[in-house]
C-alpha cells in the first residue's frame, strides 16, 4: 500500500515552454500532497503544499505564478512549471500524506531537464 | 528556519559492517522519519517513530526517538552493498503544520563488498 507515482520520469524541454508533471496516489486517498525540488547531493526542499479542492501553500521564495499547483482530486496532483528556464532544471518530487497523517509517501521523481 | 543536524555526511565502510547515522535539533518534535534514496529515485520510508523514547525495528534496521524528543538515531547492522544509499531523517515539528516534515541534510553511505 501506500504507493504515489509520478508522470513523466523524465522530461525535456526548451526555454519558454512550460511542462505538466502529474502525481498521483495509487491506493489511497490523499488530501494533502507536497512538491519538493532536489538539487544535486542536497536535501530535499519543499515548494509547496497541495490541498485537495483548495489552493496550494507556496514556501516563502517559491513563485506561485511559474509554479502552478493543482490538487484536482483526492488522487492527482499537478505541477506545472510555466515559461521554463534553464535554471527550473532540476529533480522534482511530489510526496502524499498518508493515513496516519504524518507519514509522507514519495513518488519516484521528475527529472526536468530545460535546453 | 528550523534545522535537522544529520550526522554523519558520509560513511564508507565494509560489507558487514553496522551502521550508525543521528539527527539532532534545537526544538522538539513529535515524530520522526528515517527515509532511504536511492539515486535518480524518491526517498523510501523506512521506520517512522511516534513517541519519545520507542525503539522499532526493520529487519536489520532500528531507529529510537530520543527522550528529549530532539533526537534521533538510525542503526543498520550487518550492512550489505544494496543498504547503498542515503538516508534521510525527516521529523515533524510539535506545532508545525499538520505533515509538513523538515529534513535533515542526508548521510550517504557506501559499502564496500
Known amino acids: 500500500g501506500a504507493v504515489v507515482s509520478q508522470h513523466p520520469s523524465r522530461v525535456i524541454c526548451k526555454s519558454g515552454t512550460s511542462v505538466k508533471i502529474e502525481c498521483r496516489s495509487l491506493?489511497?486517498?490523499?488530501?494533502?500532497m507536497f512538491w519538493y525540488r532536489q538539487f544535486p547531493k542536497q536535501s530535499l526542499m519543499l515548494m509547496a503544499t497541495?490541498?485537495?479542492?483548495?489552493?496550494?501553500?507556496?514556501e516563502q521564495g517559491v513563485e506561485k505564478d511559474k509554479f502552478l499547483i493543482n490538487h484536482a482530486s483526492l488522487t492527482l496532483s499537478t505541477l506545472t512549471v510555466t515559461s521554463a528556464h534553464p535554471e527550473d532544471s532540476s529533480f522534482y518530487i511530489c510526496?502524499?500524506?498518508?493515513?496516519?497523517?504524518?507519514?509522507?509517501?514519495f513518488g519516484p521523481g521528475t527529472r526536468l531537464t530545460v535546453t | 528556519g528550523q534545522q535537522l543536524n544529520q550526522s554523519p555526511q558520509s560513511m564508507f565502510i565494509q560489507e558487514g559492517e553496522d551502521v550508525s547515522m543521528n539527527c539532532t535539533s534545537s526544538?522538539?518534535?513529535?515524530?520522526w522519519l528515517w527515509y532511504k534514496q536511492d539515486p535518480g529515485e524518491g526517498p523510501v520510508l523506512l521506520i517512522a517513530?511516534?513517541?519519545?523514547?520507542e525503539l522499532t525495528s526493520n529487519g536489520r534496521l532500528t531507529a529510537q526517538f530520543g527522550i528529549t524528543r530532539k533526537d534521533s538515531f538510525l542503526n543498520i547492522s550487518a550492512s550489505i552493498p544494496s543498504d547503498v544509499g542515503i538516508y534521510f531523517c525527516?521529523?515533524?515539528?510539535?506545532?508545525?503544520?499538520?505533515?509538513?516534515?523538515?529534513f535533515g541534510k542526508g548521510t550517504k553511505l557506501s559499502v564496500k563488498p
Open positions: 510526496s502524499a500524506l498518508g493515513f496516519l497523517a504524518y507519514e509522507q509517501y
Open positions: 491506493d489511497f486517498q490523499a488530501t494533502t
Open positions: 497541495s490541498n485537495e479542492g483548495s489552493k496550494a501553500t507556496y
Open positions: 526544538s522538539i518534535f513529535n515524530t
Open positions: 517513530l511516534y513517541k519519545a523514547g
Open positions: 525527516a521529523g515533524q515539528l510539535t506545532g508545525g503544520s499538520q505533515g509538513n516534515l523538515i
